[in-house]
């Protein structure tokens, strides 16, 4: 079974930041958490990860909380290409990866 | 880019064939995981692999549906005798153990009539 718990769908304004809440409470402590969004029938892709700290990249920004029950990924300048179905995961690096039904993002004009 | 190349990228076929989907995984990567998709079920696990040796297969029907890995290059995922119900998109994705990113294929898409 999946680790996280996601709402099953979102809206946000174009323009405007994505913020996509995800609780892991059962988290380990070496199990990182990773973000990927899947637009279409597409393979999921990579977006961002972290372990105890925030995280930025070109695409996004990963919050966790100090407690790393939940994480947040933010999307600062939301447009209609970041529709899409975005999953939280979490997971050891060493072990297998389950998905579960993620967020379906609708980017409105 | 390194990528993950699965072939077909579509397959159309009869019940009661047998289908084989392949899968290259980006050079150097260790860990094969295959994924079923489908609109009711979402992403499922089927199974995966770590130095070619399989680690956990038991999202697998086992009756119709067998996953190898011949060689560090390549992946199958073979389904006999297929039904409707398997109907699907299946996506490997590949890393190697202990990094960051696992990485999708673009998928193959089965349609079982």
């Known amino acids: 079974d999946a680790k996280t718990t996601q709402p099953p769908s979102m809206d946000c304004a174009e323009g405007r930041a994505a913020n996509l809440p995800c609780n892991h409470s059962t988290i380990s402590g070496n199990e990182y958490v990773y973000w990927y969004r899947q637009i279409h029938s597409q393979g999921p892709q990579y977006i961002i990860h972290?372990?105890?700290n925030n995280e930025t990249n070109e695409m996004a920004s990963l919050i966790i909380t100090e407690d790393r029950k939940s994480s947040t990924l933010i999307l600062p300048h939301a447009t209609l290409r970041d529709t899409a179905v975005y999953y939280c995961i979490v997971f050891n690096r060493d072990d297998k990866i389950i998905f579960g039904k993620g967020t379906r993002l609708h980017i409105l004009p | 880019d390194a990528r993950v190349t699965q072939t077909p990228r579509h397959k159309v076929t009869e019940m009661g064939q047998e289908v084989t989907m392949r899968c290259q995984p980006i050079l150097g990567h260790n860990t094969v995981f295959w994924y079923r998709q489908t609109m009711m079920q979402g992403l499922e696990l089927l199974a995966y692999?770590?130095?070619?040796?399989?680690?956990?297969d038991s999202g697998m029907p086992k009756d119709r549906f067998s996953a190898e890995m011949p060689d560090a290059t390549l992946a199958t995922l073979k389904i006999q005798p297929s039904e409707p119900r398997d109907s699907a998109v299946y996506f490997c994705?590949?890393?190697?153990?202990?990094?960051?990113?696992?990485?999708f294929g673009a998928g193959s898409r089965l349609t079982v009539l």
């Open positions: 994705a590949s890393l190697f153990a202990g990094e960051d990113v696992l990485t």
């Open positions: 972290g372990l105890k």
């Open positions: 692999f770590r130095n070619r040796a399989p680690l956990d």
